[in-house]
């Protein structure tokens, strides 16, 4: 079985539970890594770790400019990194990395139950859904009644996937991550996805479990008012990012990459 990892901070004792509970349910041992909380950061530290990562050549129309470093994002990427130095340094070809705010399919345990579905090489197999619409190529697998595709690169604006909640990464990818350069180093999700921001997510091969196998709390619910775990790194969007999202540039942009090809992956219980 593959070894899954649950990434959770000190404070998030109640994520804890929820996923130790989904978790259990399924018959899916993990261990838990302790995340970094970018509230406990100093400032001396914080700035310590901007200096080395500009973010050079960051941000896309949807941003109010280049990216910037947050306390929070920065937690969150130590703590993946922390995840990929398990892996890296693991005797076993493949990790299960899980943040602690996921729903989990019935599917799951099937998916880590070996590994002779998954492709060499520096790899990373999404299980969660793309949120952005991508473009895949061929099946490459079929597995626990799910197909697993390539992720066709793409530089154009959100048309990557996003985020980094539940994923399988090879040790090779680990290994690659952790060698990058410093100044390389981005946001968690853009660092492993967004061709058009990351020298280095060129350099991994990235599949997508289609449907989805794992999804995050804010997007697993309808109604705003249901959800449990809200985001503990994304701000809330400006009027003016709302504005433009709504845009009828925006819309024609999106009816465009559809008709290119370009689809969500949803995700399935």
């Not at 859904?129 to 079929?142: E, H, Q, T, W």
């Not at 290994?175 to 410093?182: F, K």
């Amino acid at each position: 079985m593959i070894k899954s990892y649950l990434i959770n901070m000190q404070r998030s004792g109640d994520r804890l539970q929820a996923m130790s509970a989904r978790l259990d349910a399924l018959g899916l041992p993990f261990e838990r890594i302790a995340a970094v909380d970018g509230a406990t950061l100093t400032d001396e530290q914080i700035a310590e770790f901007v200096r080395e990562r500009p973010l050079e050549g960051s941000g896309d129309a949807f941003s109010t400019g280049p990216r910037k470093w947050t306390a929070s994002n920065i937690g969150c990427f130590l703590s993946h990194q922390a995840a990929w130095r398990i892996a890296a340094d693991s005797d076993d070809a493949y990790t299960a990395i899980f943040e602690d705010d996921m729903h989990l399919s019935d599917a799951l345990p099937a998916l880590l139950a070996s590994t002779h579905w998954l492709p060499g090489g520096p790899s990373i197999v999404r299980l969660e859904p793309s949120y952005n619409r991508i473009k895949l190529d061929a099946k490459v697998a079929d597995i626990a009644g799910r197909q697993l595709r390539l992720v066709r690169p793409s530089t154009y604006q959100h048309c990557w996937p996003v985020c980094a909640g539940a994923l399988i990464i090879s040790r090779d990818a680990a290994r690659l991550l952790l060698a990058a350069q410093a100044r390389w180093h981005t946001m968690a999700d853009i660092f492993l996805f967004g061709w058009n921001e990351s020298p280095v997510a060129h350099q991994l091969s990235t599949y997508q479990l289609s449907p989805a196998a794992c999804i995050q709390d804010k997007f697993f619910h309808a109604a705003a008012e249901n959800i449990v775990f809200t985001s503990t790194i994304d701000a809330p969007l400006t009027h003016a990012q709302k504005r433009r999202s709504t845009h009828w540039k925006a819309k024609a942009i999106a009816l465009l990459r559809v008709a290119q090809g370009y689809r969500k992956v949803v995700f399935a219980p």
